[in-house]
T-cell receptor
Framework: GAGVSQSPSNKVTEKGKDVELRCDPISGHTALYWYRQSLGQGLEFLIYFQGNSAPDKSGLPSDRFSAERTGGSVSTLTIQRTQQEDSAVYLC?????????????FGPGTRLTVL | DQQVKQNSPSLSVQEGRISILNCDYTNSMFDYFLWYKKYPAEGPTFLISISSIKDKNEDGRFTVFLNKSAKHLSLHIVPSQPGDSAVYFCAAIGGSNDYKLSFGAGTTVTVRA
């Protein structure tokens, strides 16, 4: 399909392990966002990529979290040494332009469970 | 710091009646507001939005009202249908970070047949 895709859909890992979450944005979208939704909470902004500009990493909760966007397309969110509080649904979104004032298109999310 | 608040975690409404979802915000720099709808195991999808220069925007059965002085907005769904059962998120954007959406915690709407 033409929408945002994420993989895996579910990930169960043990505390202390590293995980990688993948996002394929809509083709041609220049902006890509990562959010997470913990139980009972709203979507929490993590990181924003726009074209070739330096990403806004202000939402990353700790230095265990990092993200890359290769070739202006696919993005990977990496969580090192996972903790139980990292358990959440991680959502990726993309949008079409600068100075966005409007719709972000979301993927289905990756549900991460840290045991 | 939760800048967008949805104080009702859930709402149950009879089919055909009106659903009213409320949202409050604290950041006076927000100038654009959006509602997203989310079904289980899917990502949120855009529903309707409103600019701060307006106080009402209507799209079919969905109407969003904005009260800037009260920093309050609401979403009205009339008439409510079973397919409207979902989680609804209020979101806001504006100010120096005009790409960063701030979301509320969501309201789960259940439409009873």
């Amino acid at each position: 399909g033409a929408g945002v895709s994420q993989s895996p859909s579910n990930k169960v890992t043990e505390k202390g392990k590293d995980v990688e979450l993948r996002c394929d944005p809509i083709s041609g979208h220049t902006a890509l966002y990562w959010y997470r939704q913990s139980l009972g909470q709203g979507l929490e902004f993590l990181i924003y990529f726009q074209g070739n500009s330096a990403p806004d990493k202000s939402g990353l909760p700790s230095d265990r979290f990092s993200a890359e966007r290769t070739g202006g397309s696919v993005s990977t969110l990496t969580i090192q040494r996972t903790q139980q509080e990292d358990s959440a649904v991680y959502l990726c979104a993309s949008s079409g332009g600068l100075g966005f004032y409007g719709e972000q298109f979301f993927g289905p999310g990756t549900r991460l469970t840290v045991l | 710091d939760q800048q967008v608040k949805q104080n009702s975690p859930s709402l149950s409404v009879q089919e055909g009646r009106i659903s009213i979802l409320n949202c409050d915000y604290t950041n006076s720099m927000f100038d654009y507001f959006l509602w997203y709808k989310k079904y289980p195991a899917e990502g949120p999808t855009f529903l309707i939005s409103i600019s701060s220069i307006k106080d009402k925007n209507e799209d079919g059965r969905f109407t969003v009202f904005l009260n800037k002085s009260a920093k309050h907005l609401s979403l009205h769904i009339v008439p409510s249908q079973p397919g409207d059962s979902a989680v609804y998120f209020c979101a806001a954007i504006g100010g120096s970070n005009d790409y960063k959406l701030s979301f509320g915690a969501g309201t789960t709407v259940t439409v009873r047949a």
